[in-house]
């Protein structure tokens, strides 16, 4: 009698739960939902019935997108080129830098390498408005302001999540395979490139895909630091679809809006179960 009655509660809560978690993910999906239906609305009705769907009159067809990337002067593929260089820029840098830096870290066990540990951690709590200024005069002074250099200034602000990972997980490594590594005659590179790297991939994977959202998404840094007369990403050019007297085409926001974030949903999507692993392995272990 007593477990029938505990597996009814249980089965009450799990459908409750499930009842609450899909009504927070139906709040989270309905703005993509109507980005995706505005984007082959005509200009006109975007605002006018903004969660009507595209029929009859409101049909604009492909007409948005191809506005949208031929709009003004600066080209649409051009703004995705530096979004993706500079993407896959910044996330090759945090992953092998921050791998490498919390190996160290995990291994010397200083206290100066603890200092620089919790600096880390503590780097992740501090907002980005509280720099941004003084970060874009000097990324001015420094010349960071390209699309190949901003990569550098993307890898101090994702360090400190991706440290926090690396070390969790390097801290559940045997210490007994780097002690066999150096009896066979490796150096600390060859170590941690031929023994550590690999074991790492699992966070590897995670830290990557997570920064990869991060850096395709954001729109602060870059414009703040790149000059947008030469170099735009897809979030910026975005911004600048605008007409005579600031007027806004909606329909064509809505549809390069949909371009920018169709391969994010693909790419979290087919990769989700490897954030998973890679968080519990890197932040939960030691």
């Given amino acids: 009698m007593n477990k029938q009655k505990n597996y009814s509660k249980e089965r009450r809560v799990k459908t409750a739960l499930t009842v609450v978690f899909s009504i927070i993910a139906v709040v989270y999906v309905l703005p993509v939902v109507i980005v995706l239906l505005n984007s082959f609305k005509l200009n006109t009705f ?26 003004g002067n600066y080209p649409f593929l051009k703004s995705v080129l530096y979004t993706v260089i500079i993407t ?10 921050t791998s490498m830096a919390a190996w160290y870290i995990s291994r010397v066990n200083s206290r100066l390498c603890k200092i620089f540990y919790y600096l880390f951690v503590f780097s992740m709590v501090v907002p980005f408005q509280m720099v941004m200024f003084t970060l874009s005069k000097t ?6 302001n390209t699309p ?3 990569p550098i200034i993307y890898l101090g ?3 400190g999540l991706a440290v926090f990972m690396f070390s969790g997980f390097v801290k559940a490594i045997p210490m007994e395979i780097e002690e066999a590594a150096a009896i066979d005659g490796c150096g600390p590179l060859r170590t941690f490139f031929n023994v550590v790297l690999p074991m790492l991939w699992p966070t ?11 850096v395709w998404n954001d729109y602060l840094l870059p414009y703040l630091v790149l000059d947008r007369n030469e170099y735009m990403t897809i979030s910026i050019h975005i911004q600048y679809l605008q007409g005579s007297y600031g007027a806004v085409d ?6 390069l809006i949909l371009l920018s974030i169709i391969p994010v949903i693909v790419f979290y999507l087919t990769c989700q179960k490897h954030i998973i692993k890679g968080v519990a392995a890197g932040a939960v272990k030691g």
Avoid: Q
């Avoid at 975007?46 to 990337?69: S, Y």
């Avoid at 820029?89 to 830098?97: E, M, N, V, Y």
């Avoid at 590897?204 to 991060?214: F, K, Q």
């Fill in 157 to 159: 602000f994702g360090a």
């Fill in 139 to 144: 990324a001015d002074t420094l010349h960071l």
């Fill in 250 to 255: 909606l329909g064509a926001t809505m549809a």
């Fill in 204 to 214: 590897m994977i995670s830290v990557g895909i997570l920064e990869i959202m991060w």
């Fill in 88 to 97: 896959l820029a910044s996330t090759f840098l945090i992953c092998l830098c």
């Fill in 46 to 71: 975007v605002k006018t019935a903004t969660f009507a769907l595209p029929t009859g009159e409101m049909w604009a067809g492909f007409t948005n997108f191809i506005k949208g990337m031929t709009f």
């Fill in 148 to 150: 190949y250099t901003i």
